[in-house]
């Protein structure tokens, strides 16, 4: 049985941003989810009610984004790479 292990490569720039003590987790609109998909999503992994789910989707409809967490970049990087897989484009700021 082998063990594959993943490398991954930043950059300076990130390992610089990845200094800052709060990160947040930026929700972007797309062409290609939907609202329910997006309300699910903010639901089931980041533990928001529908209703709050529903007013993010709103605002990165007609704001083109949101912040939708914040919290260390090793946190934000985990929740966006779950998000990025369900989809959803995501960015770490």
């Known amino acids: 049985m082998s063990t594959e292990t993943k490398e991954e490569t930043f950059t300076l720039e990130e390992i610089l941003t990845s200094l ?3 990160h ?3 929700l972007w609109n797309d062409d290609v989810n939907t ?3 997006v309300i699910w999503c ?3 992994y980041l533990d ?8 993010i989707a709103w605002e990165v409809h007609n ?3 949101c912040a939708v967490l914040e919290g260390s970049f090793t946190e934000m990087e985990v929740y966006r790479k779950i998000l990025q897989q369900e989809g ?4 770490v700021d």
Not at 48 to 55: D, L, M, R, T, V
């Open 35 to 37: 609202f329910e998909h």
């Open 63 to 65: 704001k083109g984004k």
């Open 48 to 55: 928001y009610s529908e209703a709050q789910g529903e007013k």
């Open 20 to 22: 800052k003590t709060v």
């Open 88 to 91: 959803l484009t995501v960015s």
């Open 42 to 44: 903010m639901m089931k």
């Open 24 to 26: 947040r987790l930026i």
